[in-house]
């Protein structure tokens, strides 16, 4: 099959829906089919490129407010998405953004006969954290909802990754088509391995347990909940490190606070990591415990890749947290946004080995139900069905 994916920003791996459609890409290619990138052109890109061995073509691009210019917003003309597509002879057609160019090219595939396929990722707390306090949103969330059908009418069928956004979407559009396709996790490498590298390039302490945490620094990902937990910890448990990996508006933020509380020992920017690099495979291996406080995740592929490395993982109970399903016997849960809580849940897993290391097996046995190549399959009969 030809096959088009339709993603801004899909070379930054901004977020879990970004790496997700890089792999799916890169796997479907390896299986044998065509497949081109359609995204957005960051400066010091072309118009036309290869990237991770695929065609890439680069649309016309603004930088999106509050992403520290690392997400592009593309604005295609329907000429030029329509050229790509009886150029590449395209059967598929893959969106991903609710953005402009998810809306035309949708739009050009109709008019030539080919099937789309739209991938939802975002839920409504990914935007309405962003909207200031002061301003009131009535029914914000059948608003994106409602907004997200709109950007994806003309699709035979929408992908969610999780069962619990399947049920979300299909109450706000009983009609719709909606099949659930986990993101999965590449075990070839994402595993146990070892990690002295990573201490020593980050300069990271030996000793004491370690608290991670993978994810971008916005404000539905709460790490802020984790950084006051800290103190907390602190008391308990003197020989504790915090890692956070990753980058985001906030990070100067947090910064401050970590060093308001005194931290400044205790806790680790060590910035953005590559997905399924060397770097990012260690630092998982490195650490006790995963702990990742959203209140907001659809499927959280951070979790995915510490199951795989076989972490105990802490996560909020957030009723908006998707990912809860995923952490049963192999972790813990705490209130949302409740830092005392997430203390005391930290305490239990640090003083207890035995339910630290075993919480760490289930984990990794977890991990197998969910491996990426099954995921592969049966997007790929999603498509064959699409065209039979």
Same mark, same amino acid.
């Given at each position: &099959?030809?096959?088009?994916?339709?993603?801004?920003?899909?070379?930054?791996?901004?977020?879990?829906?970004?790496?997700?459609?890089?792999?799916? =890409?890169?796997?479907?290619?390896?299986?044998?089919?065509?497949?081109?990138? $359609?995204?957005?052109?960051?400066?010091?890109?072309?118009?036309?490129?290869?990237?991770?061995?695929?065609?890439?073509?680069?649309?016309?691009?603004?930088?999106?407010?509050?992403?520290?210019?690392?997400?592009? &917003?593309?604005?295609?003309?329907?000429?030029?998405?329509?050229?790509?597509?009886?150029?590449?002879?395209? +059967? %598929?057609?893959?969106?991903?953004? /609710?953005?402009?160019?998810?809306?035309?090219?949708?739009?050009? =595939?109709?008019?030539?006969? $080919?099937? =789309?396929?739209?991938?939802?990722?975002?839920?409504?707390?990914?935007?309405?954290?962003?909207?200031?306090?002061?301003?009131?949103?009535?029914?914000?969330?059948?608003?994106?909802?409602?907004?997200?059908?709109?950007?994806?009418?003309?699709?035979? %069928?929408? %992908?969610?990754?999780?069962?619990?956004?399947?049920?979300?979407?299909?109450?706000?559009?009983?009609?719709?088509?909606?099949?659930?396709?986990?993101?999965?996790?590449?075990?070839?490498?994402?595993?146990?391995?070892?990690?002295?590298?990573?201490?020593?390039?980050?300069?990271?302490?030996?000793?004491?347990?370690?608290?991670?945490?993978?994810?971008? !620094?916005?404000?539905?990902?709460?790490?802020?909940?984790?950084?006051?937990?800290? /103190?907390?910890?602190?008391?308990?448990?003197?020989?504790?490190?915090?890692? !956070?990996?990753?980058?985001?508006?906030?990070?100067?933020? @947090?910064?401050?606070?970590?060093?308001?509380?005194?931290?400044?020992?205790?806790?680790?920017?060590?910035?953005?990591?590559?997905?399924?690099?060397?770097?990012?495979?260690? =630092?998982?291996?490195?650490?006790?415990? !995963?702990?990742?406080?959203?209140?907001?995740?659809?499927?959280?592929?951070? %979790?995915?890749?510490? @199951?795989?490395?076989?972490? /105990?993982?802490?996560?909020?109970?957030?009723?908006?947290?998707?990912?809860? $399903?995923?952490?049963? +016997?192999?972790?813990?849960?705490?209130?949302?946004?409740?830092?005392?809580?997430?203390?005391?849940?930290?305490?239990?897993?640090?003083?207890?080995?035995?339910?630290?290391?075993?919480?760490?097996?289930?984990?990794?046995?977890?991990?197998?139900?969910?491996?990426?190549?099954?995921?592969?399959?049966?997007?790929?009969?999603?498509?064959?069905?699409?065209?039979?």
């Amino acid at each position: &099959m030809n096959i088009a994916f339709v993603c801004d920003s899909v070379m930054y791996g901004l977020s879990g829906a970004y790496i997700s459609t890089l792999r799916f =890409a890169e796997l479907l290619k390896k299986r044998g089919h065509n497949v081109i990138l $359609i995204t957005s052109r960051h400066p010091g890109t072309k118009k036309e490129e290869y990237y991770h061995g695929m065609k890439t073509y680069r649309i016309f691009s603004l930088p999106f407010p509050k992403t520290n210019k690392q997400f592009y &917003m593309s604005f295609p003309k329907k000429s030029e998405l329509k050229k790509i597509l009886v150029k590449e002879k395209i +059967d %598929i057609l893959h969106v991903v953004d /609710p953005g402009p160019s998810t809306k035309i090219s949708i739009k050009v =595939a109709q008019s030539l006969g $080919i099937k =789309a396929v739209a991938h939802c990722h975002g839920k409504v707390e990914n935007w309405s954290l962003w909207i200031p306090k002061f301003i009131e949103v009535k029914n914000i969330e059948r608003l994106f909802y409602k907004f997200i059908f709109w950007m994806y009418r003309g699709c035979d %069928i929408i %992908i969610s990754p999780s069962k619990k956004n399947q049920e979300i979407l299909q109450k706000y559009n009983s009609s719709a088509r909606v099949e659930v396709i986990s993101n999965g996790i590449n075990k070839e490498i994402y595993r146990k391995r070892k990690f002295s590298d990573f201490l020593l390039k980050f300069k990271l302490p030996k000793k004491p347990k370690k608290l991670l945490f993978v994810g971008r !620094l916005q404000h539905e990902k709460d790490v802020t909940t984790l950084i006051k937990a800290m /103190p907390y910890v602190l008391e308990g448990y003197k020989n504790v490190h915090l890692i !956070l990996v990753g980058e985001g508006p906030l990070e100067k933020e @947090m910064k401050h606070l970590s060093e308001e509380l005194g931290l400044s020992k205790n806790v680790s920017f060590i910035g953005k990591l590559l997905p399924e690099s060397k770097d990012l495979v260690e =630092a998982y291996n490195s650490a006790d415990i !995963l702990i990742l406080p959203s209140i907001a995740e659809i499927e959280s592929l951070v %979790i995915f890749e510490a @199951m795989a490395c076989g972490k /105990p993982i802490i996560i909020s109970d957030s009723s908006s947290n998707g990912s809860a $399903i995923f952490v049963t +016997d192999n972790g813990l849960r705490f209130k949302t946004k409740n830092y005392k809580d997430l203390a005391e849940k930290i305490g239990i897993l640090l003083k207890n080995d035995k339910l630290r290391e075993k919480m760490a097996d289930n984990s990794f046995q977890k991990s197998k139900e969910y491996r990426i190549d099954k995921s592969v399959k049966k997007l790929e009969e999603l498509y064959k069905s699409l065209l039979r």
